[in-house]
Structure formats: structure tokens, C-alpha cells
T-cell receptor, first 113, second 117 residues
Framework: AQSVTQLDSQVPVFEEAPVELRCNYS??????LFWYVQYPNQGLQLLLK??????LVKGINGFEAEFNKSQTSFHLRKPSVHISDTAEYFC???????????FGKGTMLLVSP | GAVVSQHPSWVICKSGTSVKIECRSL??????MFWYRQFPKQSLMLMAT?????????EQGVEKDKFLINHASLTLSTLTVTSAHPEDSSFYIC?????????????FGAGTRLSVL
């Protein structure tokens, strides 16, 4: 079985500052990794995904993430955040085949002026 | 990305009544879909997985007689919360996986907030 750990439940940051949201996973087999964003009272929107190939993946809204197999991490980064980036961010993992997604507990990104 | 419509977005009901939530994929046909439950400030917990034309597979601890799932077609799934009680109040989210998405990319609805009085 796989698991996901998001160490930070909340990350406060000032507008235009860089941010990194941490995600570590555990799995005995190859994984697919995802970051989703959830705005208040809304469903989840896919930000980016790692399926194979290049370990640096770029997503929507200027976000990117790097898959690090040796450290079993998939941290999300953005060089300059906006107020509108304030939301809950979920890291998720699945494995080969039609397996289900396992989500982390989420990190609330709070961007202030 | 794909569009998933979930309805209603918010429902308030009296204890003991049943509530039906609809989830539709608008631009693709999905053989597999998922229902999740999310408590405030917590992550999504998978409730059940359903395949079109088959009975849903429920996660451990989820009462199948309370949470009825019907995946009647490749574009529509419903979740009915029967005899709802205040402890069923939560945010329910559906997602679809398109047949070609072998790498488990899921597309989510906007969610339904259920408040049971």
C-alpha cells in the first residue's frame, strides 16, 4: 500500500515570495504523483502530474514540482505567489494499473499582501 | 481538463430523510468513478469505487446500505445518502476516470456540501 505525507498543514507567505509545499510518499512499487488544488467549497483541480520521463514537471498557474525518487519526494514550488493562490493543496499518489488515489492531509497556503 | 458536473452544490435536509447527489461527466465516457468524503480541514477519504453496470466496491467502514451508489451509465453516477443523520454532514466529492487514463488521472466534481439538521 502507498501513503503520502504532507508535513506542513499550513504555510503562510507574503505575496510575490517563493513557496515550496512539501510532499513525501511511501510505496514499494513505481508511483504516479499528483498535486491538486482546492479552493473553498469547491472540488479538486489538477495542478500537475508526474507519470514518467522528466522529473521536473510544470503545471498550471506557474507551479512546478520535482520528482525525487531517492528522497521519495514530490515537492511543489512556485517562484512568486499571488493572493489568488490561497487555497488547500493536496499531494496524491497512485501505482501501476487502475489503482486508487491516496491523498495527503493537505497544506493550506495562505498568501497575504 | 475534463468537465465533471456535480449537483447540488449545497443541500440542507432534516434528519431521517434521504438525499441524492448527481455526478455527470460532460465530455467523456467514464467506466470508473469514485465517491469521496471530506470533513472540515481534512483530506479526502475514498468511500467507494464504482464501475458502470456493476455494483460499487465500498471501502472498509463505509455502510453500503446507507450510501447507495448507482453508476447507471458511462456519464452519470449518483450517491444517495439514506436516512441521513447529523453525523453524515460532510462535503462529498465525485470523480471520474476516463477509460484511456490508465495512469489514474481523475477529474473531480465541484463537491456537494450536505448539512443534516
Amino acid at each position: 500500500a502507498q501513503s503520502v505525507t504532507q508535513l506542513d498543514s499550513q504555510v503562510p507567505v507574503f505575496e510575490e515570495a517563493p513557496v515550496e509545499l512539501r510532499c513525501n510518499y511511501s510505496s514499494s512499487v513505481s508511483v504516479y504523483l499528483f498535486w491538486y488544488v482546492q479552493y473553498p467549497n469547491q472540488g479538486l483541480q489538477l495542478l500537475l502530474k508526474y507519470l514518467s520521463g522528466s522529473t521536473l514537471v510544470k503545471g498550471i498557474n506557474g507551479f512546478e514540482a520535482e520528482f525525487n525518487k531517492s528522497q521519495t519526494s514530490f515537492h511543489l514550488r512556485k517562484p512568486s505567489v499571488h493572493i489568488s493562490d490561497t487555497a488547500e493543496y493536496f499531494c496524491a499518489v497512485s501505482t501501476e494499473g487502475y489503482s486508487t488515489l491516496t491523498f495527503g492531509k493537505g497544506t493550506m497556503l495562505l498568501v497575504s499582501p | 481538463g475534463a468537465v465533471v458536473s456535480q449537483h447540488p452544490s449545497w443541500v440542507i435536509c432534516k434528519s431521517g430523510t434521504s438525499v441524492k447527489i448527481e455526478c455527470r461527466s460532460l465530455d467523456f465516457q467514464a467506466t470508473t468513478m469514485f465517491w469521496y468524503r471530506q470533513f472540515p480541514k481534512q483530506s479526502l477519504m475514498l468511500m467507494a469505487t464504482s464501475n458502470e453496470g456493476s455494483k460499487a466496491t465500498y471501502e472498509q467502514g463505509v455502510e453500503k446500505d446507507k450510501f447507495l451508489i448507482n453508476h447507471a451509465s458511462l456519464t452519470l453516477s449518483t450517491l444517495t445518502v439514506t436516512s441521513a443523520h447529523p453525523e453524515d454532514s460532510s462535503f462529498y466529492i465525485c470523480s471520474f476516470r476516463a477509460p484511456s487514463e490508465a495512469k489514474n488521472i481523475q477529474y473531480f466534481g465541484a463537491g456537494t456540501r450536505l448539512s443534516v439538521l
